[in-house]
């Protein structure tokens, strides 16, 4: 039997055969400048590989092995002949050759599977004649390279490693059809099924703990906006002064802008950062002092501040000294 896989993304057991595709490049000696001739060679190619392919023991049991489109490339390539670097004309043939699979076959029998089909092919073509490929052109036939195994998978479905079979996106995930993998569920989403196209959204006001949730019952209550908790659920901190925080579940307050700062705790929009230097809280004065460490000499001083001030604020709330001289009061009077 294959063996489970138990990576991200996947479930547990394989979900059904995947169609392992062998491909390979065949390499021939040759002119082919004119479409024309390419066409000839792909079509004749065409036939003959399925010919030998198709009626091989390697196939004949099942219907879904055949022989993709066939394509011919013709270009220049340098080729070291003992001290010499010689031009040749180069035609590329690429293969490609849709077998069965079955869960029951491990992998390594499949890769011997399709390792013995390129080497019977190999075989075959060596000792063809050209003329078989196409009529009054001599090819010299090289040899087959860039071998290679890929394997196609249903929509929801990944790749297995070390078999030749599909998986499931497991619970958590979903299949992303764009990069034809299983991505994890975001935070705030659920997924509790296998082989799925999305995730489930949480109810409005809840979210998870973390990503890939596999149930409904992982959808707690989240933090309201304002406030915040290291996983976005209950319990929550109020966001700190010259932060908001606009969403629900989230992991962190947003910081205002530039000198911005908010009057109080759990700020819910940006909306409610102001500028301003000073803030005294209702009720209570405050002495401020600024010590100059290194003296300048200068005619003049220029002093500029936001201050913010209560709309019931009356009498001095501004009294500027320097040492025991008075600079500066300001006050203010309600009729």
Same mark, same amino acid.
């Given at each position: 039997m294959p063996s489970c896989v138990n990576l991200i993304g996947q479930t547990e057991e394989p979900a059904r055969g995947g169609n392992p595709t062998a491909q390979g490049v065949i390499i021939y000696y040759g002119k082919c400048s004119d479409t024309a001739t390419q066409e000839m060679i792909r079509k004749n190619f065409q036939k003959l590989v399925?010919?030998?392919?198709?009626? =091989? *023991?390697? %196939? +004949?049991? =099942? *219907?879904? %092995? +055949?022989?993709?489109n066939i394509q011919v490339r013709c270009g220049i390539v340098n080729v070291r002949k003992r001290r010499d670097v010689q031009a040749r004309n180069q035609i590329e043939v690429i293969i490609s050759v849709q077998l069965p699979s079955s869960l029951e076959q491990t992998f390594q029998t499949e890769y011997d599977q399709i390792t013995a089909i390129f080497q019977h092919l190999e075989y075959t073509l060596s000792s063809l004649n050209s003329s078989a490929i196409v009529d009054d052109l001599e090819l010299t036939f090289v040899g087959i390279q860039n071998k290679s195994i890929e394997i196609e998978c249903p929509v929801g479905t990944i790749p297995a490693p070390n078999m030749y079979a599909c998986v499931n996106c497991s619970a958590g995930t979903f299949y992303d059809s764009t990069i034809m993998s299983c991505v994890h569920c975001d935070k705030g989403w659920y997924q509790d099924l296998t082989g799925q196209l999305s995730c489930k959204a949480c109810q409005e006001f809840t979210t998870t703990r973390t990503i890939r949730a596999i149930s409904e019952d992982a959808c707690e209550s989240a933090c309201a906006p304002g406030y915040w908790s290291v996983d976005g659920v209950t319990p929550c901190s109020p966001c700190d002064t010259g932060t908001y925080q606009e969403n629900y579940g989230q992991i962190h307050c947003i910081r205002c802008r530039g000198s911005q700062t908010t009057l109080l705790l759990a700020a819910k929009s940006p909306d409610l950062c102001q500028e301003f230097d000073i803030i005294f809280p209702p009720g209570q004065s405050k002495n401020c002092s600024l010590k100059v460490i290194n003296a300048i000499n200068t005619s003049s001083v220029s002093l500029t501040w936001w201050i913010q001030i209560r709309q019931d604020s009356s009498g001095k709330i501004i009294h500027l000294l320097n040492g025991n001289d008075d600079i500066l009061s300001l006050y203010i009077e309600r009729e």
């Open positions: 399925e010919a030998d392919i198709l009626s =091989s *023991s390697f %196939c +004949n049991a =099942s *219907s879904l %092995c +055949n022989v993709g």
